[in-house]
């Protein structure tokens, strides 16, 4: 019973990079959730997945961000052209629906460092 | 805006001191409420949740949390804190038919043997 993972679980990249960070979500959670935790403060919502399906992207923050996900499996955030206000924390959680209340399962989360 | 407000950063206790770390929201109308719990070196995972009826919600570890309706509240509580508790603690407030989690800033918790 594997639980969410994620890889890389450290990226360090140089300002004006691209960088992918990957989401393995529990098998049969069909809502994928990516969020942003900046030193010191709360997780930022960025983008959720019904499925394949992104219904709501509000939150990602720029264009420079993007995420794709293949059916109901793996889910990649994509940042072009990385500054240093991206250096976070990235955390992706599944469950089993996106419906309100369904327990959300964590990974551990993508370190990342844009020098 | 939406918010979720968690006033206390930092919390220092001994052990089998009583917690209570606050929790306030801004929403009006219906919604759930989550608190989740991370260990040194370990995911977020769920503490507890309150969804409907009884606002007086029992947890994991002997945990509980008490939505006040009136005062947009959902403050955790334990009786008792062990070193084990020793984590940050993170409210989170999902307004009633939509999918967006908003979270607190955390609580770091550190109990002293």
């Known amino acids: 019973g594997a639980g969410v993972s994620q890889s890389p679980s450290n990226k360090v990249t140089e300002k004006g990079k691209d960088v992918e960070l990957r989401c393995d979500p529990i098998?049969?959670?069909?809502?994928l959730y990516w969020y942003r935790q900046r030193l010191g403060q709360g997780l930022e919502f960025l983008i959720y997945?019904?499925?394949?399906?992104?219904?709501?992207k509000s939150g990602l923050p720029s264009d420079r961000f993007s995420a794709e996900r293949t059916g109901e499996s793996v889910s990649t955030l994509t940042i072009q052209r990385t500054q240093q206000e991206d250096s976070a924390v990235y955390l992706c959680?599944?469950?089993?629906?996106?419906?309100?209340?369904?327990?959300?399962?964590f990974g551990p989360g993508t370190r990342l460092t844009v020098l | 805006a939406q918010s979720v407000s968690q006033h206390n950063h930092h919390v220092i206790l001994s052990e089998a001191a009583s917690l209570e770390l606050g929790c306030n929201y801004s929403?009006?109308?219906?919604?759930?409420l989550f608190w989740y719990v991370q260990y040194p070196g370990q995911h977020l995972q769920l503490l507890l949740k309150?969804?409907?009826?009884?606002?007086l919600v029992k947890g994991i570890k002997g945990f509980e949390a008490e939505f006040i309706k009136s005062k947009f509240s959902f403050n955790l509580r334990k009786p008792s804190v062990q070193w084990s508790d020793t984590a940050e603690y993170f409210c989170?407030?999902?307004?009633?038919?939509?999918?967006?989690?908003?979270f607190g800033t955390g609580t770091r918790l550190k109990v002293l043997a």
């Open positions: 959680a599944s469950s089993l629906a996106g419906q309100v209340g369904n327990e959300q399962f």
């Open positions: 098998s049969g959670h069909t809502a």
């Open positions: 997945f019904q499925g394949n399906s992104a219904p709501d």
């Open positions: 929403y009006g109308g219906t919604v759930n």
């Open positions: 309150y969804f409907s009826g009884d606002p």
């Open positions: 989170a407030v999902i307004r009633t038919g939509t999918y967006k989690y908003i």
